[in-house]
């Protein structure tokens, strides 16, 4: 199947805005739904709508199988050992903050080290700030070579024995640099820290294993991979899920309620606090049965495709300035000369083009680029090349544009 013949099955991307055919270049921000999901979610609120794990009747026995067929469909997506290691969440963030409430809280003190990138999402910077802020320990950072990627050596130099988290984004959303998660974790276990992997923008668009990477922690976000928002998914190595306290109470995770104290049911359901996101999760899975229809390799191997296509073409436009390596994940993060990354983002729209505009919520990684903001297009397996063609001849307008203004 190509793009084309997949871009069929987005029901939202057979539409007009501004009276051109819609160009969606904004995967990244959260991805588009394919009616197979949309199909499912309808489903379920039409056919079987019912709490899970707590009747006993039809519709519960139906939703209950649905929710936890999804968490094994996960469980496979990313090779983890047990469903006893899926967690689902809100999202990324939620995941990620439960890493850094529950085991952070409870395993750094004084002293000790996080070690994080510059170009994290700051949903994997602000709750190890609070982190830190909690126990006394202290932040560090690793520095990033001059196309915006990482080297090992500079890993090497900034763990150190008194480094207790690693932290870091499978893939930058912002420079598309695609970072070496396996060996990073290996030198964070050498110095006795866990790895906490941030993979909103991996898992989405690459196959991924975490028993292959060993990283302690894996998050990741359903709405960016066709599936419903509002669902994510928390991956945590069983040792470490066993020892951490819930963050949120109520029920669903418990597991006997006294009048003075409580006990807490078996992972995964102890950091499943209330009614969880059914529908949801029911409609992650189903979004994981499209993604492997597919193949996730061969989803990787068509964005690196764009991803060089894009840049090739985007590269012979006067005063196109774009960020991060050569070697990327299908992101182009870019300014145009003389305008506003927000101007352009607004003249695009009136093209049909949906890219985004801003500092993609990675503020400290724009201080680093030496820029206040930037424009992205983001690719994913709708996209074609005739896509990447049109966003080329908006932006010579745009320029055009601008410089008749000025």
């Given at each position: 199947?190509?793009?084309?013949?997949?871009?069929?099955?987005?029901?939202?991307?057979?539409?007009?805005?501004?009276?051109?055919?819609?160009?969606?270049?904004?995967?990244?921000?959260?991805?588009?739904?394919?009616?197979?999901?949309?199909?499912?979610?309808?489903?379920?609120?039409?056919?079987?709508?019912?709490?899970?794990?707590?009747?006993?009747?039809?519709?519960?026995?139906?939703?209950?199988?649905?929710?936890?067929?999804?968490?094994?469909?996960?469980?496979?997506?990313?090779?983890?050992?047990?469903?006893?290691?899926?967690?689902?969440?809100?999202?990324?963030?939620?995941?990620?903050?439960?890493?850094?409430?529950?085991?952070?809280?409870?395993?750094?003190?004084?002293?000790?080290?996080?070690?994080?990138?510059?170009?994290?999402?700051?949903?994997?910077?602000?709750?190890?700030?609070?982190?830190?802020?909690?126990?006394?320990?202290?932040?560090?950072?690793?520095?990033?070579?001059?196309?915006?990627?990482?080297?090992?050596?500079?890993?090497?130099?900034?763990?150190?024995?008194?480094?207790?988290?690693?932290?870091?984004?499978?893939?930058?959303?912002?420079?598309?640099?695609?970072?070496?998660?396996?060996?990073?974790?290996?030198?964070?276990?050498?110095?006795?820290?866990?790895?906490v992997v941030d993979g909103a923008q991996s898992a989405?668009?690459?196959?991924?294993?975490?028993?292959?990477?060993?990283?302690?922690?894996?998050?990741?976000?359903?709405?960016?991979?066709?599936?419903?928002?509002?669902?994510?998914?928390?991956?945590?190595?069983?040792?470490?899920?066993?020892?951490?306290?819930?963050?949120?109470?109520?029920?669903?995770?418990?597991?006997?309620?006294?009048?003075?104290?409580?006990?807490?049911?078996?992972?995964?359901?102890?950091?499943?606090?209330?009614?969880?996101?059914?529908?949801?999760?029911?409609?992650?899975?189903?979004?994981?049965?499209?993604?492997?229809?597919?193949?996730?390799?061969?989803?990787?191997?068509?964005?690196?495709?764009?991803?060089?296509?894009?840049?090739?073409?985007?590269?012979?436009?006067?005063?196109?300035?774009?960020?991060?390596?050569?070697?990327?994940?299908?992101?182009?993060?870019?300014?145009?000369?003389?305008?506003?990354?927000?101007?352009?983002?607004?003249?695009?729209?009136?093209?049909?083009?949906?890219?985004?505009?801003?500092?993609?919520?990675?503020?400290?990684?724009?201080?680093?680029?030496?820029?206040?903001?930037?424009?992205?297009?983001?690719?994913?397996?709708?996209?074609?090349?005739?896509?990447?063609?049109?966003?080329?001849?908006?932006?010579?307008?745009?320029?055009?544009?601008?410089?008749?203004?000025?």
């Open positions: 199947m190509n793009a084309k013949e997949i871009r069929q099955l987005f029901p939202i991307l057979n539409q007009e805005v501004n009276g051109q055919p819609l160009v969606y270049l904004d995967s990244s921000a959260t991805s588009q739904k394919p009616v197979q999901v949309i199909d499912v979610l309808s489903e379920y609120y039409k056919g079987y709508n019912s709490n899970v794990h707590r009747g006993v009747h039809t519709l519960g026995t139906k939703a209950t199988d649905a929710y936890e067929g999804s968490r094994e469909k996960v469980r496979k997506f990313i090779n983890a050992a047990s469903v006893e290691e899926i967690i689902f969440t809100r999202g990324t963030t939620t995941s990620l903050n439960i890493v850094a409430w529950s085991y952070a809280r409870a395993n750094l003190q004084e002293g000790d080290e996080i070690v994080l990138t510059p170009m994290e999402h700051h949903s994997n910077i602000i709750p190890w700030q609070q982190a830190a802020k909690a126990t006394g320990a202290t932040l560090k950072y690793i520095p990033l070579q001059q196309d915006g990627t990482i080297s090992l050596d500079d890993v090497q130099d900034s763990v150190t024995n008194k480094t207790k988290i690693v932290a870091m984004t499978q893939v930058s959303n912002v420079l598309g640099s695609i970072n070496p998660i396996k060996e990073v974790t290996k030198i964070a276990h050498e110095h006795g820290a866990v790895c989405p668009h690459m196959k991924v294993d975490v028993e292959e990477l060993d990283c302690d922690f894996f998050a990741f976000s359903g709405h960016k991979m066709c599936g419903p928002t509002g669902i994510g998914v928390l991956y945590g190595k069983k040792e470490h899920l066993e020892n951490m306290e819930p963050v949120e109470f109520g029920g669903e995770m418990i597991d006997f309620v006294e009048l003075y104290d409580s006990t807490w049911k078996e992972l995964p359901w102890k950091f499943e606090g209330g009614t969880p996101i059914i529908a949801g999760a029911i409609g992650l899975g189903a979004a994981i049965d499209f993604l492997e229809d597919i193949g996730l390799d061969e989803i990787a191997a068509y964005e690196h495709e764009l991803a060089d296509y894009a840049l090739n073409r985007l590269e012979s436009i006067e005063g196109f300035q774009v960020y991060g390596p050569r070697e990327r994940a299908g992101i182009v993060t870019f300014n145009l000369e003389g305008v506003h990354p927000h101007d352009l983002a607004t003249v695009v729209d009136q093209e049909g083009i949906a890219i985004r505009a801003g500092h993609h919520c990675a503020q400290p990684l724009m201080k680093w680029l030496d820029v206040t903001a930037t424009a992205r297009a983001s690719f994913y397996l709708y996209n074609t090349k005739e896509d990447i063609d049109s966003l080329a001849n908006a932006l010579v307008k745009t320029k055009e544009y601008f410089g008749d203004v000025f």
